[in-house]
């Protein structure tokens, strides 16, 4: 067979793609991922090393952070199928889910069991209300709140943020039906659970994260990623409580620590804001925060591979699955 790839150069970090596999359809080129569509509704997700932030992607990508994330949600999907069914198929490859594809809803869910990052800030600043969910006065920063809540987002397109909406909103606008929100609600509460008890077998906590779903059939399906660092915030379960008690910042399991260090330099994603430079420490210092992430998220030690010529092993790896 002839050859697809169309790179002249090694490419490590892989910060981006240009294939055209059997009975492709078209190409979607995300912040993270690229989405390529192939005929009979099937996607390749290949997760880049690019990183983004505030909704900007960063200048520089980041070793293993494609496979790292890739992994993590390709494990959470398949020990939370029986929840709820997702789309994923097969993992061919390190950084590649293939699935089916699915009709993505306008709307996130977002499950909160503590009052931190954008939630807390909003907070400080004085709301009380967060997509319609009334919080009490004298919270503290990483809270836990009583019972996990839900404040859904809408599902921006490209460049533009997500926005936080309220249930009753979401169904006034008719964006999905009463019947659906039932369900999204449903499973959304149950992933979180499951997240939980994963999360505590290996002495963390899941804080919050986000629950991406789509319909194939008139069915609904999780899609997107489940429970990795880039969706999803971890706490240290030995080292919260004391840490709350003397107001000191959580250690976390999470890409927060990427938008402190932005925050820190001036950059939050506001127009005229410019980017810190990413120096080759601050790179590898986030490389390797992911390879601790998944470390500690799944138990597994982290072996590094050869990073030369990504593309091509990823060429490689999916024509053999599509040619079984």
């Excluded at 509704?41 to 520089?60: E, G, H, Q, Y």
């Excluded at 019947?179 to 899941?206: H, K, M, P, T, V």
């Excluded at 969706?231 to 976390?252: C, G, H, M, T, V």
Aim: overall charge negative; aromatic content about 10%; proline content about 4%.
């Amino acid at each position: 067979m002839n050859k697809i790839h169309k790179w002249t150069e090694e490419d490590a970090p892989l910060t981006q793609t240009n294939f055209n596999f059997p009975e492709q359809l078209s190409v979607y080129h995300g912040k993270v991922r690229d989405v390529y569509r192939l005929k009979d509704d099937i996607l390749i997700m290949i997760a880049t090393d690019r990183i983004s932030a505030f909704d900007v992607i960063l200048p520089k990508g980041i070793a293993y952070k494609g496979e790292i994330l890739n992994r993590i949600a390709g494990k959470f999907l398949d020990e939370t199928k029986d929840i709820c069914p997702n789309w994923k198929l097969s993992s061919p490859d390190p950084m590649v889910t293939v699935g089916y594809a699915c009709q993505p809803l306008p709307v996130e869910m977002i499950v909160r069991a503590y009052l931190c990052g954008s939630a807390w800030r909003a907070y400080k600043s004085g709301v009380r209300s967060i997509c319609g969910i009334l919080l009490p006065d004298g919270m503290k920063e990483n809270e836990k709140f009583e019972t996990p809540i839900i404040t859904p987002t809408t599902k921006a397109e490209y460049g533009l943020h997500d926005e936080d909406i309220s249930k009753e909103e979401i169904l006034r606008r008719g964006l999905v039906s009463v019947e659906d929100y039932q369900l999204l609600e449903q499973y959304s509460l149950a992933l979180f659970q499951r997240g939980s008890e994963l999360a505590s077998q290996r002495s963390l906590i899941l804080v919050d994260t986000k629950y991406e779903f789509g319909k194939k059939d008139d069915k609904i399906f999780l899609i997107d990623e489940i429970h990795t660092p880039d969706s999803s915030r971890y706490f240290y379960a030995d080292e919260y409580q004391e840490r709350f008690i003397n107001q000191l910042p959580q250690k976390q399991l999470s890409k927060e620590f990427v938008r402190e260090w932005l925050m820190q330099n001036g950059f939050q994603g506001e127009t005229g804001q410019k980017l810190p430079e990413m120096t080759e420490e601050i790179v590898n210092n986030i490389s390797e925060r992911y390879i601790e992430l998944y470390e500690n998220l799944t138990g597994e030690q982290f072996i590094k591979t050869d990073t030369q010529n990504l593309s091509i092993r990823i060429e490689n790896n999916v024509l053999n699955y599509l040619q079984k």
